[in-house]
């Protein structure tokens, strides 16, 4: 079976989310500063009864399957939902999917001890606390196999020293989930690490300075050094030498909302590049009525409706059943693909824009920018294209030899073989 309908009563929802969001919560991204300074006055004043509101409609915190505590939307639900909360900073937060503690509560909701979750779990969903998910090291950025930051067990107790950077929200974060180096001998690279849950106020976490991008309000990536921290074997999350396979975990579904919540952002800055090219006349004509610029519509527009297609397929495809392992090319394309939709809208939009388009009344440079950091953060383009062309190849042979049995003449021998009366 195949479709593209979307049920009436869920379409409903999906209809009031989109009123919601554009009523109420983007006028927040212009009054608030970070989304994750939960415990501002103003953010209790002006957040916390739209996420009121929320929890009332039954949309609170929906990203969790049934079997891990949620409702169980599955994912082009999710997907087709987060679609509406990316059109706002604060939208995800108010609808309690935020990142990284969407990621960190799937990881926790699948690992955690039943201590743990009553401890981490249960208010990071209320969004009483928020958290962190510190795996990239200044030496050696994301990739696992060169961290060098150690824990070594001193009785009932790992002692974590080394350095994590661009520790996003680390300081607004009640607890982090850190990647640590306890098996540095062992020979498979990928086992060498466990996943510890380090409470922020543990003795011996120093932030040496917050980085901040151009656009954020701002700086909140932090620069970790870790002394001596003592962390009781309890807060190891999931298996000794197992954190590679739980930080893969949570890659999935936020992948898929991140793309989604991307999605949201290209979509906006195209459709005020539509408004824009109806009302703006120049040399006695509509920009609309411009061959080039009718161009640039038409490839805004077929590149988002391709980039949706990718990512909802996905979607539909984990809903089929199939792990997000197995879906690994399918959810690494997505993010490969997300930087460049988003980097060729949002330019296209500024440019014809024109100068306004540049200014800062405008939001396209901030997209401009902001598709370097969906390019960069969860590993690199590079890298999710060589996972995709890696499993792509993985479903071919080699060519049966030096002149193929698919050229033309060896096609043509095979095809009179099996049709000789034809001349
Ligand atoms: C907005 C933002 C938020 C982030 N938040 C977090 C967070 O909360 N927690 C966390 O742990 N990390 C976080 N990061 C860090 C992020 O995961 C890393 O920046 C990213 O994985 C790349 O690592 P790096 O910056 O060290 O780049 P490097 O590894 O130094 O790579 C630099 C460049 O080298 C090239 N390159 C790298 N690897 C390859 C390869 N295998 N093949 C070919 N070319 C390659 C790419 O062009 C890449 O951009 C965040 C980053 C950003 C931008």
Avoid at 35 to 56: G, N, S, T
Wanted: hydrophobic residues 40%; proline residues 6%; glycine residues 8%.
């Amino acid at each position: 079976m195949w479709g593209f309908e979307t049920e009436p009563e869920f379409q409903a929802e999906l209809d009031w989310i989109e009123t919601f969001v554009r009523e109420k919560v983007q006028p927040l991204d212009y009054i608030l500063g970070s989304q994750w300074d939960i415990h501002a006055p103003e953010f209790e004043r002006l957040v916390r009864p739209l996420q009121r509101e929320v929890r009332e409609r039954g949309l609170w915190a929906c990203h969790l399957g049934p079997e891990l505590g949620g409702p169980g939307y599955g994912q082009l639900k999710l997907a087709l939902m987060n679609e509406k909360f990316g059109m706002s900073r604060f939208g995800p937060i108010v609808f309690g999917s935020q990142a990284p503690d969407t990621g960190n509560s799937e990881i926790l909701a699948h690992y955690a001890t039943p201590e743990q979750k009553k401890k981490y779990l249960e208010p990071l969903l209320a969004n009483e606390v928020v958290s962190c998910f510190s795996m990239t090291e200044p030496q050696g950025g994301a990739d696992p196999t060169a961290f060098e930051t150690r824990a070594v067990l001193d009785g009932d107790t790992y002692v974590i020293n080394g350095e994590k950077w661009f520790a996003s929200e680390a300081d607004t974060a009640a607890f982090l989930i850190m990647m640590v180096v306890t098996d540095p001998d062992h020979p498979d690279p990928y086992k060498r690490s466990s996943m510890f849950i380090v409470d922020r106020g543990t003795p011996g976490i120093e932030n040496l300075r917050n980085y901040g991008f151009y656009g954020e309000p701002e700086p909140t990536h932090a620069h970790l050094r870790l002394t001596d921290v003592r962390v009781h074997e309890s807060q190891m999350l999931g298996p000794r030498g197992e954190a590679f396979a739980v930080a893969q975990t949570r890659l999935g579904g936020g992948r898929m909302h991140h793309a989604m919540r991307t999605l949201a952002q290209a979509t906006r800055a195209f459709d005020l590049t539509c408004q824009r090219v109806l009302s703006r006349t120049t040399k006695g004509e509509l920009l609309s009525d411009k061959q080039m610029v009718q161009e640039r519509i038409a490839d805004m527009w077929v590149q988002i409706r391709q980039f949706r297609l990718l990512v909802l397929e996905t979607a539909w495809l984990a809903d089929q059943g199939h792990d997000w392992k197995s879906l690994r090319k399918n959810v690494s394309a997505v993010k490969m693909v997300m930087p460049k939709v988003l980097h060729d809208i949002a330019s296209t939009a500024l440019h014809l824009h024109g100068s306004l388009g540049l200014s800062h009344d405008m939001p396209f440079a901030e997209l401009v920018i902001n598709s370097f950091h969906v390019g960069l953060a969860d590993g690199p383009t590079e890298v999710h294209k060589m996972v995709v062309a890696r499993q792509v190849l993985r479903d071919y042979k080699p060519a049966d030899g030096d002149i193929p049995s698919y050229t033309r003449p060896e096609q043509e021998r095979r095809a009179r073989a099996l049709y000789p009366e034809e001349a």
